[in-house]
């Protein structure tokens, strides 16, 4: 049987920053416009997004283990490939991460009346399965990046300003498209490692059919877009300009992308870019923050 720490590994925590940042964003946007923190809210969007993640790693473990994806995988611990635990237990983790993620999410609708986002968290817990998982999985066909920025970017940032202001800002839209970019950046570095184990088994990842080249200079391109088109805001949100100093901890993570094609070299990356998405939330909100305590 598989240990809590082993447990703990499968459910890769490198990844939250994907669905952190996005509460982080949506929440400041909120607070630009009322200047008030709607903590409950934003700590219930922050519980539906980190459950829903753990739930992918996990179901992305069950999918790909039992089709013998994982078998000669490089990178984290994977617990259905590695035999450390049975597929269904690890099915059924994933299962209940998502029934409870439904659960909390359902109470913050019901809270906050925001009763559209009610269909939207049912689409996002089927799109979370259908990843990788039942007999057609949209992963394989190199959707997953589709799938990282519609959810974990413009669903993740604009359901949780919504759910505190009922209502949609421009921040909220330039800060769910920037941290969604970033988000993708690293499923596309995840994928860019496993384009070789990925091609014998048939899973068509968008790193696969771009080629090696192509996708690590679309890795850069994501980050890049992300980390400039917050300029926009400059006009109304003149603190913006200091997002650009999330350039500083892109520079490394982007030479290993373009410059170091050892599949292990990659692993770090993903560490990487989640703190790159942390770094970005954290300055974005500042920048909007500034501009309420200098009024």
Partial sequence: MATIAQWVAG??????????????????????????????EALLALIVGLLLQI??????????????????????????????AKPTSVRNAAFGCF????????????YTASWPLLLVGVAAIFAAWGYTGGKNPYGYRGLGEVFVFI?????????????????????????????????TALLMANNIRDIPTDKEVGKMTLAVRLGDPAARISYVMMLAIAILLPLVMVATHP?????LLTMLVS????????????????IPVLKQT????????????????????LK
């Avoid at 990178?75 to 035999?83: D, E, K, N, W």
């Avoid at 029934?99 to 019901?110: D, H, K, P, R």
């Avoid at 993740?156 to 970019?181: C, D, K, N, P």
């Avoid at 603190?239 to 997002?243: G, K, L, P, S, Y």
Wanted: proline share 3%; glycine share 14%; charged share 10%.
């Fill in 151 to 183: 959810f974990f970017g413009l669903v993740a940032t604009l359901g949780t300003t919504f759910t505190q202001i009922h209502e949609l800002t421009l921040g909220s839209y330039v800060g769910a498209v920037g941290t969604g970019l970033i988000g």
């Fill in 11 to 40: 459910a890769r925590l490198r990844t939250l920053p994907i669905v952190i940042a996005p509460v982080v964003i949506g929440t400041a946007a909120a607070v630009d416009v009322t200047g008030k923190l709607a903590w409950f």
């Fill in 274 to 293: 989640g703190i790159i998405n942390m770094v970005y939330a954290a300055l974005f909100t500042v920048a909007i923050l500034m501009e309420i305590v």
């Fill in 55 to 84: 739930g992918v790693n996990y179901s992305n473990d069950y999918s790909d283990g039992i089709r013998g994806t994982d078998d000669v995988r490089v990178g984290p611990l994977r617990l259905t490939g590695s035999g450390l």
């Fill in 239 to 243: 603190w913006m300009w200091i997002i």
């Fill in 251 to 266: 520079i490394f993570p982007c030479w290993t992308v373009l410059r170091n094609h050892e599949r292990g070299a990659l």
């Fill in 99 to 110: 029934g409870i993620a439904g659960i909390v999410g359902a109470f913050l609708v019901v």
